[in-house]
């Protein structure tokens, strides 16, 4: 195995058990509202955390289909600025291309950021699997019934999201302060919008900061 | 009808992954453009951040996690290795929870 994808797998391990946790809350939450096996397709197939629990939160609390899918989709928009962004750094067939952005969630995407705009794939690919097999094998205990892992917030393992985040974060902020300043807008946006928004809304808003760099740096 | 939300999330996501692979993929985009998307990863990171810490669900809180991610920050600050801050973050938000103070 290229020293590449070995690193890519060892820095996406962190998020594996956080993961797992989440999908076994997700598989507990969902089964009862849509069955068992759709759950775990869903985790299969979805694979968004931010979609799917989206999506249940509507139909668990009565709402219709079409706003489930509307909601869980919203979740997500922010993947189609990442895609743009990861656009350049993807190279060959249009069909190769678009696998590996098919394959992009929010750590592999901060994961494979080698600066200036540019992402390196192998870490986008080799970020997957133990992440994928974290959210679907989580999400096959929580359907399970596997209440052990049912309160992940029991273990503190909600708060390896932001922390992991946060160690990603810290690098790309030294000696640029432009950086600091968009992270300081990004962070005021999405607090000012989480109550006034739809779930997503406020990270893809946030996000848009980074048109700031339309300006030339002085 | 659960098949079909099923789907279509499936489709949708796959979609907003990949519309941008698909058009713009290997061209060089402007210098304008390189800033922005240079600046798109500190952006999502921080979104990210505040919201997986001060949000549950569409409100604002200020719970165990920000203790948590406090103590994540400081040790990451003194170059503690990644996965040690992982573990002292989340024992502080077990042992604040444990203890019943937020």
């Known amino acids: 195995m290229s020293t590449a994808r070995s690193i890519a797998l060892r820095a996406s391990a962190p998020l594996a058990l956080p993961t797992a946790a989440l999908g076994v809350t997700f598989g507990l939450l969902a089964a009862p509202v849509i069955g068992a096996v759709p759950a775990l397709v869903m985790s299969a197939v979805v694979w968004s955390g931010a979609a799917q629990f989206g999506a249940l939160s509507v139909l668990a609390g009565g709402g219709g289909i079409p706003l489930a899918m509307g909601t869980g989709l919203l979740a997500n928009a922010r993947f189609l600025p990442m895609g743009f962004a990861l656009a350049p750094s993807l190279s060959g067939s249009p069909l190769r291309r678009a696998g590996t952005g098919a394959l992009v969630v929010d750590a592999s995407f901060a994961l494979a950021h080698k600066g200036e705009g540019r992402f390196d794939p192998v870490t986008v690919v080799w970020a997957v699997p133990l992440q994928y097999a974290g959210w679907v094998g989580g999400t096959a205990a929580g359907v399970a019934g596997a209440t052990m892992l049912a309160d992940p917030g029991r273990l503190g393992l909600d708060v390896l999201f932001p922390v992991f985040y946060i160690g990603l974060l810290l690098p790309e902020l030294s000696g640029s302060a432009r950086r600091l300043v968009v992270a300081a807008l990004s962070a005021a946006v999405a607090l000012v919008l989480v109550p006034i928004t739809p779930e997503g809304i406020p990270v893809v808003a946030a996000a848009a900061t980074a048109l700031l760099g339309l300006k030339e740096p002085s | ?102």
């Open chain 2, 1 to 102: 009808m659960t098949w079909m939300l099923i789907a279509i999330l499936a489709a949708g996501t796959l979609a907003l992954k990949v519309l941008g692979p698909l058009v713009a993929g290997g061209v060089q985009p402007p210098p304008a453009l390189v800033r922005v998307i240079d600046l798109l990863t500190p952006a999502l990171l921080t979104a990210l951040i505040v919201v997986s810490t001060f949000t549950d669900g569409r409100e604002l809180v200020l719970d165990s996690r920000a203790a948590g991610a406090a103590v994540g920050v400081v040790l990451l600050l003194v170059r503690v290795p990644l996965v040690a801050a992982l573990l002292a973050a989340a024992g502080v938000v077990a042992a604040i929870r444990l203890l019943g103070l937020a």
